[in-house]
């Protein structure tokens, strides 16, 4: 097993230092991919498919409700803030987490944007 791991590995840093375009593509699963798991788990219903098609295209999944679009393009502006903090701030702020908290929630339920929770959390299905 480790010889396999190994293996890929120097396959993947014979490619560095990767290409702007081969990155950009990267980050946009990654950010594409981490909106649709944390939403399933909250019990949003787009795919992962439907998920991309919104945060690239702008549109709407007919069939599906407009919360869970809503609550797509919140998560992806709550990243692309994350990312602009992880550039730019040396330290977390109490307000930094608010913001991120209203960003993630503002379109799909504006009334609990930037404030604490009332109600108990769990993961769907558990």
Do not use: C, F
């Amino acid at each position: 097993m480790w010889s396999d791991l190994e293996q890929k590995k120097r396959l993947l840093d014979a490619r560095r230092p990767l290409a702007a375009a081969s990155l950009r593509v990267l980050e946009a699963w990654y950010d594409h991919e981490l909106t649709y798991t944390s939403n399933a788990l909250e019990g949003n219903t787009l795919t992962r498919s439907e998920t991309s098609l919104v945060l690239e295209k702008g549109i709407t999944v007919r069939g599906k409700p407009l919360k869970d679009h809503m609550e797509a393009i919140g998560h992806k502006d709550a990243l692309d803030y994350v990312h602009v903090l992880s550039v730019k701030a040396d330290v977390l702020r109490e307000a930094d987490i608010w913001e991120i908290h209203r960003l993630v929630t503002g379109r799909a339920d504006p009334g609990q944007a930037g404030r604490y929770s009332t109600v108990q959390r769990e993961i769907l299905g558990s």
